[in-house]
């Protein structure tokens, strides 16, 4: 049975219903599904159609690879229309503690569909560059997990993400991601970065597959600054982090790739529940380790400093 598939960085979009126990062999084990697999029942009478099916992930790959289709054959289009962002980062100092400094015209925002959930603001130094957030959160500023490079699997963290303004191929992993979250040992920053020399590698593994970062490690060079509001439906994030962690050399003008997120904890506060980037749209896994830890500068936008 032929099929047709949208398909982007993350995920496949049947055009056409499929056989619900296809999907269910191949990923389903152990009693739950593997890599992200969502699916809705089109006529629950029929039971075994699923009308219309996302696939996140690798579970996307192994999908189109089970079905063995020809692209040109099998009729496959290329991913949802993206638009490239950008945005000016000005000259100023760190980003206060303060709701009144994230106003509409200097701060970037976060959305899931047309809810706004956080925004945020960058500013830059000859050494820093400044970034602060703002999120819509009724489980604030909370992560179960202990420093370490799996801190985006145990609950809330704020993120940036940097590399130089290049032409990257779409599934090029490169730049700098600089995660600051809440543990159990206090605040922390770990900066990720899957190419270069380091002392700090590290393996993200999953069933079935792995990724190596050449650096990943606790920075003890960022300074990080938090404030959770007394009715605890959002909390604040302000951030100092030098341009030398980054990689970056600043100055008046520079174009650079970039983007920012928000990751937020389930009920519990001890797990991930949600992953949302102003930029890269291709943020739904949760539940794949490789996945989660992998960034791609094509996905981000242009950053230029003022």
Known sequence: MWHRWLTSCEQLHFDEPVERDVIRDAFYRDGHFFFGLAFGIGDADAGEIARRTVVFGQAAEMLKNLFALDAAAAGVHSGADYKERKFTIARGDAIPLDAQAFDDKSSLTIRSGREELARVVMRYSDTHLFVGWMVEDTTPWTNAGSPGPLLFKTGDSVNVFMAPNQEY???Q?????????????????????????SSSPFVFESPVRKTAFAHTAIEQGVEIQSQISGDKTRYLVSAKVPWSVLGIEPSPGLELRGDVAVLFSD?????IGQRRHWADPHTNVINDVPTEAEFYPANWGVLTLE
Do not use: I
């Not at 991601?177 to 270069?196: C, I, K």
């Open 267 to 271: 009920q519990t506060g001890a797990l």
């Open 169 to 171: 191929a779409h599934e």
């Open 173 to 197: 992993l490169a730049g700098t991601r600089v995660l600051l979250a809440p543990t159990t040992a206090g605040e922390v920053a770990v900066t990720y970065r899957p190419h270069g020399e």
